[in-house]
């Protein structure tokens, strides 16, 4: 029997938003068809990028950049909080003078690109998916990757500094091995923030016993599996499935944001379409500067016999 009542959907045909694609593009609007792309992509990126969950990404304008005295590279200053100390002193007593100083780093920009991609119009026009979703997926995912490496590697070269203090190695994943580390960053008087880990180590929460997280919480885990929890011992945890840029034997964890750094977006990802003839031409590119200004707001947690 057939169905007894009309259906609507919100999902629009992609052959005809291909349609729509291409006939902006024909029409020399190339610059509408991209703001509608970029329009889909950003979102991709705020959901992609964990390196966007420990430290939110701040929009700027072209008036809040500063000017580089030797070149002229776009950089951002931000000031740090300045040093102060207390004294006892005798009711006779004075409080002893301290010129303070207020420090400040740098925030320089740069770009992150994606591959340039070349293709026919009348080849894009036999795809029954969204060429949009395409390009997102081939490029805008490719940029957040890029994002994640390069700050996890900043991370890394400024915890091989100081790796003594920095770094906690444990045999195990257990609650033990998150305490030493989380009080490796409190005796630096550092707040915890939050914690990244892949996912795959994330898993290792299930085998924790019900002595160390609650009958509770175990009985959940055994039941539910451990994909909706986002805290561990009540630390928000960040999950990447990025295993190739994030080691699988680490967690890192990070003070709140603004005891750690800064990470400003002078152009958020943009869609750039060119057309000569028949082949349409595109890729996607975003400006942005992240600083660290307080590198003791780091910790290490490493297993370096694996899990």
Avoid: C
Avoid at 39 to 49: T, W
Wanted: glycine share 6%; hydrophobic share 35%; aromatic share 10%.
């Amino acid at each position: 029997m057939g169905t007894p009542y009309a259906t609507e959907t919100t999902q629009t045909d992609v052959r005809y938003v291909n349609a729509s694609f291409l006939n902006m593009l024909s029409q020399g609007r190339e610059k509408q068809a991209a703001e509608e792309g970029s329009a889909f992509i950003r979102e991709y990126v705020r959901q992609e990028a964990w390196t966007d969950e420990i430290v939110p990404p701040v929009g700027l304008i072209e008036t809040e950049i500063d000017r580089d005295e030797n070149t002229e590279e776009p950089k951002k200053i931000v000031e740090k909080e300045p040093k102060s100390y207390a004294s006892f002193v005798p009711f006779e007593g004075t409080p002893e003078a301290y010129w303070f100083q207020g420090y400040r780093y740098a925030i320089f920009f740069g770009k992150i690109t994606s591959q340039k991609f070349v293709k026919s119009k009348f080849k894009l026009m036999t795809h029954v998916n969204d060429i949009r979703k395409i390009i997102a997926d081939n490029s805008v995912k490719d940029m957040a990757d890029e994002k994640d490496r390069k700050f996890r590697n900043t991370v890394i070269n400024m915890i091989n500094l100081n790796p003594t203090i920095q770094r906690t190695e444990a045999g195990q994943f257990t609650s033990s091995a998150f305490k030493n580390a989380l009080k490796a960053l409190t005796l630096r008087r550092r707040p915890i923030g939050k914690m990244m880990m892949t996912k795959t180590l994330y898993f290792e929460a299930m085998d924790l016993p019900a002595t160390a997280v609650g009958n509770a919480i175990a009985e959940q885990h055994y039941r539910e599996g451990i994909e909706n929890e986002e805290r561990l011992w009540g630390i928000p945890t960040v999950q990447t499935i990025k295993a190739d840029i994030v080691d699988p034997k680490e967690v890192l964890i990070f003070s709140p944001q603004n005891f750690l750094g800064n990470h400003y977006v002078l152009q958020d990802a943009t869609l750039h379409i060119k057309q000569e003839a028949d082949m349409v031409e595109w890729h996607t590119y975003m400006v942005l500067g992240i600083g660290i200004g307080n590198r003791l707001s780091m910790q290490q947690l490493y297993f370096p016999d694996g899990n």
